[in-house]
């Protein structure tokens, strides 16, 4: 009985190990001849194999999630159920041909990419678009720097559309955006008394003090010089020179007319002791009141054009007891 038992157990562990072998041959076969791959379908339709399923959802997912590198402005894109790739796992031979960059490529094509970009809007409208927020907040802060009287009507809104804007840069909207403020000229109060007598010496007399020259610029009027736009010989000396151009005092003296007064437009009269004075005609803005103290090459007034004035320039007379005399005796 036990010589029996052995001769089943020997004929039956010879089996398992042909068995065994069978099994293995077949795996090595099916190893040596076939691999797993994935069969893909859209839309129910056979598109081809992908090798790798996960590497190609994978690079799907990142694109629909704005992940261009070509394109930083995509900021998703939108892709329908159907047009999604299905996979299925099956066995092929080792030759078959994946086509992973096609199946890809069929995605993209049915994508609608969504871009993100930036309005700069004035109230409701928008007036330009940019590509990113810093360049958005770039625009704001440098309208704030410079105080545009519209920044509280300036804003930033975010957009999403299938459609990229024509992107401006942040200087030309600064300068399309900026509104200047407008500064009311301050309100000229006028002090002190001046003689504006029309009489005039072409003698050259000592002043008794050394004079500097109030602006430089060009000589357009000298002293003495008759015109049908005054009704006298010309008092004093025009020097032309640009609006706003800043005038100082010839020589240190004391204040005794600031303001308006008549054809001399805006007007600053400075003393010099000893019944010396020198006027400064036509300013577009006086610095001081009558009664303040000055300093040679003190900045006094600017250059304007007011008054009797057919441009820009500075009308300087010299008088000496209240008699006007040549100023180029003594300057330029």
């Not at 004929?11 to 795996?27: A, E, N, V």
């Not at 796992?89 to 890809?104: G, P």
């Not at 955006?177 to 002190?192: A, C, D, E, N, S």
């Not at 100082?248 to 002791?273: E, M, P, R």
Request: aromatic share 10%.
């Amino acid at each position: 009985m036990i010589k029996k038992l052995l001769v089943f157990t020997r004929k039956s562990m010879k089996l398992t190990i042909l068995i065994g072998i069978s099994i293995f041959l077949i795996i090595c076969a099916f190893v040596l001849f076939f691999k797993p791959i994935y069969s893909v379908t859209i839309n129910g339709e056979f598109v081809g194999y992908s090798k790798d399923k996960s590497k190609l959802q994978m690079k799907i997912n990142n694109y629909m999630e704005g992940e261009d590198e070509e394109n930083p402005n995509v900021a998703f894109v939108q892709v329908e159920n159907q047009n999604l790739p299905q996979y299925k796992l099956c066995l092929l031979k080792r030759n078959v041909t994946t086509n992973d960059d096609e199946i890809f490529d069929m995605v993209k094509q049915a994508g609608i990419p969504y871009y993100k970009y930036y309005a700069i809007l004035e109230g409701e409208e928008e007036k330009a678009y940019v590509a990113d927020f810093a360049s958005a907040e770039q625009i704001v802060t440098q309208l704030k720097e410079k105080e545009s009287t519209n920044i509280d009507k300036i804003s930033i809104l975010e957009l999403y559309d299938t459609k990229l804007a024509e992107f401006a840069t942040v200087e030309d909207t600064v300068a399309a955006l900026y509104v200047k403020k407008v500064v009311q000229p301050k309100k000229v109060v006028t002090t002190g008394k001046v003689n504006t007598s029309s009489k005039v010496s072409y003698q050259k007399v000592s002043l008794g003090i050394n004079l500097i020259r109030p602006i430089s610029g060009t000589i357009t009027s000298r002293f003495g010089a008759k015109s049908n736009i005054r009704s006298s010989d010309h008092t004093g000396l025009d020097i032309a020179a640009p609006r706003g151009t800043k005038i100082k005092a010839a020589a240190a003296g004391t204040v005794t007319f600031s303001g308006k007064k008549g054809s001399y437009g805006y007007l600053t009269v400075v003393s010099h002791g000893n019944g010396v004075e020198t006027y400064y005609a036509h300013c577009s803005k006086l610095y001081y009141s009558a009664g303040t103290r000055v300093e040679q090459g003190q900045v006094i007034a600017e250059v304007g054009s007011t008054g009797n004035s057919t441009g820009n320039h500075l009308h300087l007379e010299i008088r000496v007891n209240g008699v006007a005399y040549n100023p180029q005796n003594y300057l330029y």
